[in-house]
């Protein structure tokens, strides 16, 4: 079974200062994707950024970027010039693709607080 | 509906009492997930329904745990004689069929706590 392991229970960040989360999962598949979601307090989990594990180049979105290291079975997620609003749990999920469970599996998260 | 809606937010039980979770998924989302969410973990895969089969229930723990989906569409979760193990929160999810990376559109949870 596949198992993703956030290691950073807690980060903080200045805002607009940036900041990186870590993520490593372990798998034998070749085809898969990873994923960055959000959950704001007491609202509902978002998607922030997702990877298709047969790309090389790191997917971005805005102000948010992933480093993906499939040698290293690592996905961490870059937030830049962090605001006030990203301060939230962010998980780090893993899918397999054609062949394999089409169920989510995710870390335990990373709580990231943002301050002024 | 525009997005997954779930029922009730939140839920009181006294330990024995039975309860029942709602999940409405995106209209047309054929995949449906429910997940329990405890205090400060990550959410931990109960069971998956495509339509109205349950694909995979390996998740659920415990036989007083049931989820159906009759009409493929709204799905309940179902916990008999609660325990206090049982205090979560209970994600569902909904998946589109035509997005081949996955990405899951999570309802707003049901806080379940049991005394």
């Known amino acids: 079974a596949q198992t993703v392991t956030q290691s950073q229970p807690e980060m903080s960040v200045q805002e607009a200062e940036t900041v990186t989360l870590s993520c490593t999962y372990d798998t034998s598949e070749s085809d898969y994707y990873l994923f960055w979601y959000k959950q704001p307090p007491s609202r509902q989990m978002i998607l922030v950024i997702r990877q298709e594990a047969y790309k090389q180049q790191n997917a971005t979105e805005n102000r948010f970027s992933v480093n993906f290291q499939k040698a290293a079975k690592s996905f961490s997620l870059k937030i830049s010039d962090s605001q006030l609003g990203d301060a939230a749990m962010y998980f780090c999920?893993?899918?397999?693709?054609?062949?394999?469970?089409?169920?989510?599996?995710f870390g335990r998260g990373t709580s990231l607080i943002v301050h002024p | 509906g525009a997005g997954v809606s779930q029922s009730p937010r939140y839920k009181v039980a006294k330990r024995g009492q039975d309860v029942a979770l709602r999940c409405d998924p995106i209209s047309g989302h054929v995949s449906l997930f429910w997940y329990q969410q405890a205090l400060g973990q990550g959410p931990e895969f109960l069971t998956y329904?495509?339509?109205?089969?349950?694909?995979?229930k390996s998740g659920l723990p415990s036989d007083r745990f049931f989820a159906e989906r009759p009409e493929g569409s709204v799905s309940t979760l179902k916990i008999q004689r609660t325990q206090q193990e049982d205090s979560a929160v209970y994600l569902c999810?909904?998946?589109?069929?035509?997005?081949?990376?996955?990405?899951?559109?999570f309802g707003e949870g049901s806080r379940l706590t049991v005394l």
């Open positions: 999810a909904s998946l589109s069929t035509g997005d081949a990376t996955g990405e899951l559109f």
């Open positions: 999920a893993y899918r397999s693709g054609t062949g394999g469970s089409y169920i989510p599996t």
């Open positions: 329904f495509q339509n109205e089969a349950q694909l995979d």
